[in-house]
């Protein structure tokens, strides 16, 4: 099955800081990328994600960059905000059929004002 | 409140005691899934339905786990004869499905919280 590592495990920045988060998966087969960001007490909501057909994707302050040959995506926060002060999540799975994502462990990001 | 909701949002049990748990997703979602989480972890899959059918479950998914989705709308998950070892937090999510309008975005509860005692 799909197998998902992510690092790191925590991130710390200060306010306006960018930070990056990366990813690499198993299974070739997989097309569809999304990444999720769980605030305390919560479950996990999605914020952005990235098909195989497309190499980046932008979102404001977000964007996602995918290398389907090396199987690895990234996360991209530019300009923190405390308010970015969560877990995140990326997953992969295969687009269509039984669609079932797999998740990465996490990666605490604490922004510092 | 048209989210995914769960109940309870904490369950403190004995170890060997039943429990069970409840998932309403988003009402047009045709698609709901369990996950387990624990501290520091990621979600793990445990099963998935479409409308009512259960399509796939996990190896996590021991024979002390039953889940049901009676007439394709909520869901329940029990756990038998709880061992330490369960205890987690249980998330819920639903989804339009692969071929959804949201292109198969879960969205998930906000989970209920497991201690097995």
């Known amino acids: 099955g799909e197998n998902v590592e992510q690092h790191p495990s925590t991130l710390s920045v200060q306010e306006g800081d960018s930070a990056v988060i990366k990813c690499t998966y198993s299974d070739s087969a997989s097309n569809y990328f999304p990444w999720y960001k769980q605030e305390l007490g919560k479950g996990p909501q999605l914020i952005i994600d990235i098909r195989s057909n497309v190499g980046e994707k932008k979102d404001q302050r977000i964007a996602v960059t995918l290398n389907k040959t090396a199987k690895h995506f990234s996360l991209h926060i530019t300009e923190t905000q405390p308010e970015d002060s969560a877990v995140y999540f990326c997953a992969a799975s295969v687009k269509g059929g039984s669609y079932i994502p797999t998740f990465g462990r996490g990666t605490s990001l604490i922004v510092h004002p | 409140d048209t989210g995914v909701s769960q109940d309870p949002r904490h369950k403190i049990t004995k170890r060997g005691q039943n429990v069970t748990f409840r998932c309403d997703p988003i009402?047009?979602?045709?698609?709901l899934y369990w996950y387990r989480q624990t501290l520091g972890q990621g979600p793990e899959f445990l099963t998935y339905f479409q409308n009512e059918a259960q399509l796939e479950k996990s190896r996590l998914l021991s024979d002390r786990f039953s889940a049901e989705r009676p007439k394709g709308s909520f869901s329940t998950l029990e756990i038998q004869r709880t061992e330490q070892g369960d205890s987690a937090m249980y998330l819920c999510a639903s989804s339009l499905g692969a071929f959804g309008g949201s292109a198969g975005e879960l969205f998930f509860g906000e989970g209920s919280r497991l201690t097995v005692l």
């Open positions: 009402s047009e979602h045709n698609r």
